[in-house]
């Protein structure tokens, strides 16, 4: 039985990937592997994002138009967590709002340029 999937970033600069998920998203350092570090997990409520250092995939120039995700990730109460974000000056590339598909969304664009959907069924 599946109890988690925890995707696996890409970054060029772990300490400020690090910085960004922690000051701005929330999320807690778990570890980091070597000094500088070439690996690291964070965590917020129970769930887990790693981050290797390499090269990204080449960029895609129509990601941002065509909103090509990266991650989907579900919550419990997606107002709470927008506004939160908010607070900490988070960039947005979709803001918060009631989709066709009956959840509450938005989309975050992360330190990295990685676009990270927030939501919450209805």
């Given at each position: 039985?599946?109890?988690?999937?925890?995707?696996?970033?890409?970054?060029l600069?772990?300490?400020?990937?690090l910085a960004?998920?922690?000051?701005q998203?929330?999320f807690?350092?778990?570890?980091?592997w070597?000094?500088?570090?070439?690996?690291a997990?964070v965590s917020?409520?129970?769930?887990a994002?790693?981050?290797r250092?390499a090269?990204p995939p080449t960029p895609?120039?129509?990601?941002?138009?065509?909103?090509l995700?990266?991650?989907?990730?579900?919550v419990?109460?997606?107002?709470?967590?927008?506004?939160e974000y908010s607070?900490r000056?988070?960039e947005f590339?979709?803001e918060?709002?009631t989709?066709?598909w009956?959840?509450?969304?938005?989309?975050?664009?992360d330190c990295?340029g990685r676009?990270?959907v927030?939501?919450a069924?209805?």
């Amino acid at each position: 039985m599946i109890r988690q999937i925890a995707p696996q970033f890409f970054t060029l600069d772990i300490p400020a990937t690090l910085a960004y998920y922690e000051a701005q998203l929330g999320f807690q350092i778990v570890s980091t592997w070597q000094d500088p570090p070439i690996y690291a997990i964070v965590s917020r409520d129970h769930h887990a994002i790693h981050f290797r250092c390499a090269e990204p995939p080449t960029p895609n120039p129509d990601k941002y138009p065509d909103e090509l995700l990266d991650a989907y990730i579900n919550v419990e109460d997606a107002d709470s967590l927008y506004a939160e974000y908010s607070s900490r000056g988070v960039e947005f590339t979709r803001e918060l709002a009631t989709t066709p598909w009956h959840t509450r969304e938005f989309v975050v664009k992360d330190c990295d340029g990685r676009l990270l959907v927030f939501g919450a069924n209805l």
